[in-house]
């Protein structure tokens, strides 16, 4: 069974940090493009950061530059995301995403709350 099971959402304050993480289990997990997408209330869901099969690359919304630093570990299965210099609008469900050219999986979502 695939599971991708996210953790390590919470309410921050602006300014502050969160990590997430994803525990994926059920599939190849070194095959497949990891993906943190985001959906905010009221908008569309949107890629946030993505981090190649092989870890070696990793790619980020323009906003999340500087901030944000995707990584994964391919013998535990894992994927994190490092959030700093949080901001109001980063606020959002944030899900963890595994895609290949044979499927895509989608976790839950762990919401990410920023505010003061």
């Known amino acids: 069974q695939v599971r991708l099971l996210e953790f390590g959402g919470g309410l921050v304050q602006p300014g502050g940090s969160l990590r997430l993480s994803c525990a994926a289990s059920g599939f190849t997990f070194s095959m497949y493009v990891m993906n943190w997408y985001r959906r905010a209330p009221g908008k569309e869901r949107e890629l946030v950061a993505t981090?190649?099969?092989?870890?070696?690359?990793?790619n980020y919304k323009d906003s999340v530059k500087g901030r944000f630093t995707m990584s994964r570990d391919n013998v535990k299965n894992t994927v994190d995301l490092q959030m700093n210099s949080l901001k109001p609008e980063d606020t959002a469900l944030y899900y963890c995403?595994?895609?290949?050219?044979?499927?895509?999986?989608w976790g839950q979502g762990t919401q990410v709350t920023v505010s003061s």
């Open positions: 995403n595994a895609a290949s050219y044979r499927a895509t999986y």
């Open positions: 981090v190649t099969s092989d870890g070696r690359t990793t």
